[in-house]
């Protein structure tokens, strides 16, 4: 789906062109079946097996994952072992999503680690839409296959799509080659023009683009393309160190009380590199509201094996003063990087005054200029924001939106009970029919909705064609907004330049004389991203009761893997624990505090 401000000029060329490309930086090279010793088109039907799985909640722009593929698949350098499907016709091996206008692979623009069969304005939305996609994995535990079924085209015609795409993605350990296989594809989208085909490794700076050339094309029906592992293996040598989050994964933005418990700074790197490296720095610095430094040190990583990751915690904490958004930025200072891009990571640290009596959470900082504008064809589409309150409870009391056109809309509250955390449960939804443009609009909810742990999500949906919502150009980002068509929701497209203006009130809420609490509501106890491989966060909250409170991570059998003590000191804090040597299979994460108990389970993948 398109944005009304956006154009983009697809130039597509009709020349013969070459059925061989390649060599990449790496030494993939690729051939399609048109090719003599190319290879074979070959459909493979997986919706036939009964260990095949289907790829539920795929809309328009968004992802679904990570899906556990269960074997160790050599991609460049190093090994992939999950994946993310896109509705657009793309898998990663890290999360994201990639919407119109649509990139040509390779490309440093993040997500990265893709590989693009039909990359296109694709949808599974709309009414009768016979869309589907599954995914397969042999019993061998060697080959890897998503295929796209009938999936169309977005349109804003009466059902919402047009046209028709099936084609697959095969992975194979076996010789670690990679092939895209086209039943029947449509050449143009009504509003993306012909499709990006190629395959990236995770810095975009390496891979392959079908076909030879920069421009777009879609491959024609009864067709495969296959990407061949460099033989011999490749002896390139690239020295990496990247960022992989700071404080959470995913970098998402976290509200802190103004003189409170000190805030511990951590972060992931990951060595990238095609070998060991020696032990480096990595600076940390942090600057207050008004731009001002006021931390400035670094942590040195232990010497590191190629694709290993290190989490960091900075000898220097945070003790927020002064209410507004603090930017946390961390750079990896590897000698000899070569891929710069990946070096840094920003993120937004929010603190609020919680001795006043209504709260402004918002990634704002106060700032009601230097914004753009969204909206969605058709007048359909919305956005959201997801919130981690400082606090439990507390009663949202009030949404606020800053409009840059008029036009009514309804805003809505969900809890992040559902999938993976997303929103599930609708706690309250509003209309609001004469908006303003260039100022707040807020909407004071009858019935305040009380939130006692975890996080909750507000949404923007449009109700006319002409309404925009106001999006900050300013830094840092939040990297907690959302795109949401048809009650689907996706990655906002332009989370890692714009921060859409969404805010709530909240207050403080005291349980009323009477009503007995459960057991386990004094505490609460998060654990993602969830299936897992590498690192989980457990995100836990305390009551002030002052008792002593631990994290214990069991087996199925009750068998002790871990445990974290934590003391007594109240508040939201969140512990990192590396999953990587575990086996594959289920666990059970333990909050326990004094009498209560609040368990998790987690899931480790491969």
Known sequence: MRTLFTLTLLFISFSIFAATGGPDNYGYTWKDSDEPDGPDYNWIDITQYFNATE??????????GPFAMNFDFHFYWYEVNQFWVGSNGYIMFEDGQIASPFPLLPNVLLPNNVLGACMNDLTFLGSNNPAEC???????????????????????????????????????????????QYKAV???????????????????????HWPNGNSFQTPNDLFAIKFYFPDPPSQIVVTDAAMVYNDNPGTGAIFIPTNGDPFDLTALVRNYSTHTVDPFNVQCKVFSP?????????????????????????????????????????????????????????????????????????????????????????????????????????????????????GAFAGRVFDDDGVSGL??????????????????????????????????????????????????LTLPLSNRCFEIFDNIWGIFRFRETEDPMI??????????????????????LHV?????????????TLDERNESSSIRITDLQGRMVKQYDLGTKAGTHQVSFDVSALPVGCYFATLISGDARTTQKLVVGK
């Open 55 to 64: 790829v539920k909640l795929l809309g328009d722009d968004n992802s679904r």
């Open 134 to 180: 599954w995914y397969w994995i042999s019993s061998g535990l060697d080959t890897l296959i998503v295929s796209w079924i009938n999936v169309p085209f977005f349109d804003t015609n009466g059902n919402g799509y047009s046209g028709s795409n099936t084609f697959q993605i095969i992975l194979s350990a076996v010789d670690n080659s990679i092939t895209y």
């Open 186 to 208: 449509d050449p143009f989208s009504p509003y993306s023009g012909s499709s990006s085909v190629g395959m990236e490794n995770y810095s975009g700076l390496d891979g392959l």
């Open 290 to 406: 008004t731009g001002q430094l006021i931390i400035d040190n670094g942590a040195y990583v232990d010497t590191l094996l190629s694709t290993q990751s290190q989490l960091l915690t900075f000898p220097t904490t945070l003790s927020a003063s002064t209410a507004g958004s603090y930017r946390f930025i961390t750079n990896t200072q590897l000698s000899g990087d070569q891929a710069t891009a990946n070096n840094d990571m920003q993120m937004e640290i929010v603190a609020v005054d919680t001795t006043e009596t209504d709260i402004w959470l918002g990634y704002d900082n106060g700032v009601t200029s230097n914004y753009t504008s969204i909206n969605w064809i058709g007048g359909q589409g919305g956005i959201g924001c997801y919130f981690i309150p400082p606090f439990y409870p507390c009663a949202i009391t009030q949404l606020h939106y800053f409009l840059s056109s008029s």
């Open 423 to 472: 929103p599930y449960t609708l706690l309250d939804s509003v209309y609001m029919g004469s908006p303003l443009s260039g100022v707040w609009n807020t909407i004071t909810l009858t019935d305040p909705v009380i939130i006692e742990d975890g996080g909750f999500y507000v949404s923007w949906d449009m109700k006319s064609t002409s309404v925009s919502l106001a999006c900050l």
């Open 503 to 524: 805010a709530v009130s909240i207050e403080k809420y005291s349980i009323p004389t009477g009503i007995q609490q459960d057991q386990d509501a004094s505490s609460s």
């Open 528 to 540: 993602f991203p969830n299936p897992a491989s590498d690192v989980v966060s457990l995100l836990y």
